[in-house]
């Protein structure tokens, strides 16, 4: 089991705690808004369970049906945790109506925002962990699980601010239009998720600052090389996968030229965590002096 795997079992682990003390915060108050942050939390639970098994899956080596490998799994547990986000809030919607229709009063406000308040931190401190991990490691699934848990966390400061309103004002009818607030901004949520996940299965390239990184580890290491073209990347969970064409003269050996392209892998390895890299050499007629990425050494 790699660190991102103990990461999200451990998220599991947190989202279940969290849970028990926001539902006892809704059991203690019958809010609405309370009971709508209780939901989301349960989201949280299933979504870290599907991140571990989708991690566990990624971690497989590539094989003759996947030569590839398995990363893209990761996404998938993204687009998994999206959805069921957006069908929690779409709950929280017809919760949040027939509240309105029927406000009822608070029981024991001030002990269920205490409890709730606990939940909260929890959440935070969890939350920030998982996204320093997720960008550490270049791990979708736990920048997803991290973004939803601190969504969850602004979501809860929220509720917490309009239930202590609703106990304060006496404005019951503030309590369920609170939780209809809540769930607009976790369907946006979701949505973001989704199309964020769905863009990386589509082989999304890696960042603009990897790119121009890519771009000057193999000027630097091109020495023998005529120019470098077609540079490509796609960005699946931690790994990227970078290929372009080598131009070297066409007298030169292929020892020569393998040679060269030993140095640049190696560089490119080193400097850009899970590069996986294809280098295609071709003759100095196949040079493109115009528009080409990156022009190295002669």
Known sequence: MNRAQKAALASAGIG?????????????TGSLALYSDALESIINVVAAAAAFIALR????????????????????????????????????LQKSYEGVLAPRPLDAPVLGLAVNAVATV???IWAWTLLNWGRKWRSPALSAD???????????GGVLL???????????????????????????SGWVMIRDSVSSLMDAAAPPDVLDQIAKIIATHSEGAQEAHDVRTRQVGSVIFIDFHLVVQGTMSVTESHAICDRIEAALKQEIEGARVNIHVEPEEKAKHKGVPVLLVS
């Open 162 to 188: 309009g239930v202590s309103l609703v106990a304060v004002t006496g404005w019951l009818v503030l309590d369920p239009i609170l939780a209809g607030i809540v769930a607009v901004n976790i369907l946006w």
């Open 57 to 92: 899956v990624a971690s497989k080596p590539a094989d003759g049906g996947h030569p590839y490998g398995h990363h893209k799994a990761e996404y998938f547990s993204a687009v998994i945790e999206g959805v069921l986000i957006v069908l929690a809030a779409i709950m929280i």
């Open 122 to 124: 929890i959440n935070g």
């Open 146 to 156: 991290g973004s939803h848990v601190m969504a969850d966390v602004w979501t809860s």
């Open 16 to 28: 279940i705690v969290v849970l028990a003390l926001k539902f006892g915060a809704y059991w203690l």
